[in-house]
Nanobody, 129 residues
Framework: VQLQASGGGLVHAGDSLRLSCVAS????????LGWFRQAPGKEREGVSC????????FYEDSVKGRFTISSDIPENTVYLQMSSLKPEDTAVYYC???????????????????????WGNGTLVTVSS
């Protein structure tokens, strides 16, 4: 069972990148799929996730309107299209698959790493100003 992320790199502010995450050893079908990131000196945070079974897509506030998550189940791949990148987007990005994402608090949706079962390697995104 493996998730392999790729697509990171060094870009300038305003540029775009597309991250890919390919699953092997299991099918992404019926899983909630997410992207998390961890910046230097900071805790890992949820960026975006999609729950095809629930028809819900979630974005962290700072990436709304700039990032788009999508999945290609036949290709067993989840993507994160990132546009209008900012220096504060610099981080190692991780893909993950789990049972539930996003969670409903009763008032709003949120992401938590605790809900994810499988984790990919990280791919570094560096955005220069």
């Amino acid at each position: 069972v493996q998730l392999q992320a790729s697509g990171g790199g060094l870009v300038h502010a305003g540029d775009s990148l597309r991250l890919s995450c390919v699953a092997s050893g299991f099918s992404l079908e019926n899983f909630a799929l997410g992207w998390f990131r961890q910046a230097p000196g900071k805790e890992r945070e949820g960026v975006s996730c999609i729950s095809p079974s629930e028809g819900v897509t979630f974005y962290e506030d700072s990436v709304k309107g700039r990032f788009t998550i999508s999945s290609d189940i036949p290709e067993n791949t989840v993507y994160l299209q990132m546009s209008s990148l900012k220096p504060e987007d610099t981080a190692v990005y991780y893909c993950a698959a789990g049972v539930v994402c996003p969670y409903w608090s009763g008032r709003s949706y949120y992401m938590t790493a605790a809900g994810m079962r499988y984790w990919g390697n990280g791919t570094l995104v560096t955005v220069s100003s």
